[in-house]
């Protein structure tokens, strides 16, 4: 069964600091990994990784994608209170009995205090 | 553009009622997911449908069931609900196999 872990589960910072979220996951037949951020209720897109080593940037976010060690970080820089929230990452299955679902991790919940 | 639309918000009821969750993807959108989110858990797969069939199912109860419509709305039913069925229901949606899925606001249920 395919399987998500991230780390910390929990992280507190000041605003200005940057941080790393990681991400580890197994999954049989991998076809890309996803960040979400969950405020209140919906997950909303953040980056959509398929290839190793392809850094994906938005703002003061980025992400990268290792394959071969499986794994995949998010960081943020200059952090803003507007940064907290719980960041989810996720695996697409790309065949088998997987197939067209997303295996989510457990979340970091990130504090930010001013 | 309208986004994927969830109803209802909220609903409360009893162990042993049905609910029925309703979910209005992104035009143009063909797929519909549904994850359940448990206070303190991550989100967990339900069901994907996909041109009004159901494609994959996670590992739940056979009284967590669904369909899709001809225009690509959704709706999930869960019968003889159980208290641990409270939880946030997220509906998403993507254009197929994209693997970029969109979520709703989710419904709030709460089981007493």
């Known amino acids: 069964e395919d399987k998500v872990v991230q780390s910390p589960l929990s992280l507190v910072v000041h605003e200005g600091d940057t941080v790393t979220l990681n991400c580890s996951y197994e999954v049989t037949n991998f076809r890309s990994l996803l960040w979400y951020k969950q405020e209140k209720k919906a997950p909303t897109f953040l980056f959509m990784l398929t290839s190793s080593g392809i850094e994906k940037k938005s703002g003061r976010l980025s992400s990268i994608l290792d394959k071969k060690e499986l794994f995949s970080i998010l960081n943020i820089t200059a952090t803003q209170t507007g940064d907290s929230a719980v960041y989810l990452c996720a695996v697409a299955n790309a065949g088998g009995t997987s197939y067209g679902k997303l295996t989510f991790g457990q979340g970091t919940i990130l504090t930010v205090h001013p | 553009e309208a986004g994927v639309t969830q109803s209802p918000t909220h609903l409360i009821k009893t162990r042993g009622q049905q609910v029925t969750l309703r979910c209005s993807p992104i035009?143009?959108?063909?797929?519909v997911y549904w994850y359940q989110q448990a206070l303190g858990l991550g989100l967990q797969f339900l069901l994907w449908y996909d041109e009004g069939e159901e494609r994959n199912r996670g590992n739940f109860p056979p009284r967590f069931s669904g369909r899709q419509f001809p225009n690509y709305s959704s709706e999930l039913n869960v019968n003889a609900l159980e208290l641990e069925d409270s939880a946030l229901y997220l509906c998403?949606?993507?254009?197929?196999?994209?693997?970029?899925?969109?979520f709703g606001e989710g419904s709030r249920l709460t089981v007493l």
């Open positions: 998403a949606s993507s254009l197929r196999q994209t693997g970029e899925l969109f």
């Open positions: 035009s143009g959108h063909t797929s």
